[in-house]
């Protein structure tokens, strides 16, 4: 490859690694690993002992659940992301066909005392793709991305008032971000579409603890660990004016890696049971989205000339999270029990210039209802469902405002739609 031809890339190369960093702070962590949970807005995660999720929400409950049990399932996410141009000419929908994400777990009563467990999750994604050809497409064309993560635990009951887990999470993460990168300097050459792909390998961990005052009310504390993500791809660059007019050809690829840190979270919750028929529940967690605040890129740059751009920081600005759930479950007989639960979880977005069109993430309000069917004493089918409506600002800008970016229009709605089913077996 030349030097021109380098150049460029490495140049291209940085505003795409910019953009991924957004598409992977913004928020879209998968709360949604429990088809059951989703009923209720996820209240009491982890220490209602009504599913095997607890491995991975927390695993010092896992000591509610008796014998050896396998749980298979999953939720499908649909986005609606309707944007409204202030020029009226370039409106678009940023939704992507619906993902299945799929959850997994076994639970094993060893003794008294002691349970192992096995989870496989995929605890952040999220997809979106607008028209190649965007007015807006600086802001991004397309993003996918998902992880998938192995995390075995094993609990210990100290007492009947007291019990602790812990695990170790195995996580593979993979990145695609399209995006416009507009014309170089004031030529009027267009530098391309580019399009990241970036995957990586690395591990963590989870702690939790849960505490029984009485034997009809439950407090449960988890912690589950940041992972840094030391990605490693390539970026392809196509329909490129500047390549074809400096060395004839109009698309070319570069080697790319950056550092990616998921956010370490903390999660707090409760569940009562109110009468024989009736439970409550609730849930705080704060997920530590500032680790975003910044973001390292290496580029592969052919000379020592571009030395500036073999190491960029991205400055991201994002702030932590916060999501507060309550639900309720209700017991309508041995064979059918009915839930519903609400809860409202903030963004991470303090500075609306910073929101990419990939993942044009708000505030969100969610709705849920679900039921359980026990098909017989050891088999057991969950189904779970819930809107999550975007409320608060939704604007989109061309750039940063430090930038000397101009607000370009808002997003008419931003809205989620979540439809989980899975299934329990005791053997």
Request: glycine share 12%.
């Amino acid at each position: 490859m030349s030097f021109m031809k380098k150049s460029a890339a490495a140049l291209v190369l940085t505003g795409v690694a910019a953009a991924t960093s957004t598409a992977l702070a913004a928020g879209f962590q998968l709360t949604e690993q429990s088809s059951l949970g989703a009923g209720r807005a996820y209240a009491g995660a982890g220490i209602v002992g009504d599913d095997l999720s607890a491995v991975h929400y927390n695993p010092a409950g896992m000591t509610l659940l008796e014998g050896t049990r396998f749980q298979a399932g999953g939720v499908w996410i649909g986005i609606n992301a309707d944007f409204d141009s202030d020029n009226g000419m370039a409106d678009e929908n940023g939704r992507l066909k619906g993902q299945m994400i799929p959850a997994g777990y076994v639970t094993h009563q060893v003794n008294d005392k002691v349970w192992l467990g096995f989870a496989m999750t995929v605890p952040f994604g999220m997809g979106t793709e607008y028209s190649r050809d965007w007015e807006y497409g600086n802001r991004g064309t397309s993003a996918k991305i998902y992880t998938f993560d192995m995390n075995p635990n094993i609990a210990y009951k100290v007492s009947d008032f007291i019990s602790v887990g812990a695990g170790v999470s195995v996580q593979y993460a993979k990145a695609k971000l399209g995006m416009d990168m507009g014309t170089f300097g004031n030529t009027g050459f267009g530098i391309g579409h580019a399009k990241l792909e970036a995957d990586s390998w690395d591990w963590g961990f989870n702690l939790g603890v849960m505490i029984s005052p009485t034997d009809k009310l439950r407090l449960g504390l988890a912690y589950r660990s940041a992972i840094k993500h030391d990605a490693d791809g390539h970026t392809d660059l196509t329909d490129s004016d500047v390549l074809e007019m400096l060395e004839g050809i109009n698309s070319v690829t570069v080697g790319s890696s950056a550092s990616i840190k998921t956010p370490d979270t903390v999660m707090l919750t409760s569940t009562w049971e109110a009468t024989e028929k009736l439970r409550l529940s609730s849930l705080i967690r704060w997920a530590n989205w500032s680790n975003f605040d910044t973001l390292k890129i290496h580029n592969e740059v052919p000379s020592p000339t571009l030395g500036a751009l073999s190491e960029k920081s991205i400055e991201n600005k994002w702030q932590d999270t916060w999501l507060f759930s309550v639900g309720a479950d209700y017991k309508i007989s041995s064979a059918f029990t009915v839930r519903g639960g609400i809860a409202y979880e903030t963004s991470p977005i303090d500075d609306q210039s910073t929101r990419m069109a990939v993942i044009p993430d708000t505030d969100r309000v969610w709705l849920s209802l679900g039921a359980s069917w026990y098909a017989t004493k050891d088999l057991q089918f969950d189904v779970g469902a819930t809107y999550l409506m975007g409320v608060g600002d939704k604007d989109l800008y061309d750039d940063l405002k430090s930038e000397g970016g101009k607000k370009i229009g808002e997003y008419d709605s931003l809205d989620a739609y979540l439809l989980g089913v899975q299934m329990q077996y005791r053997f």
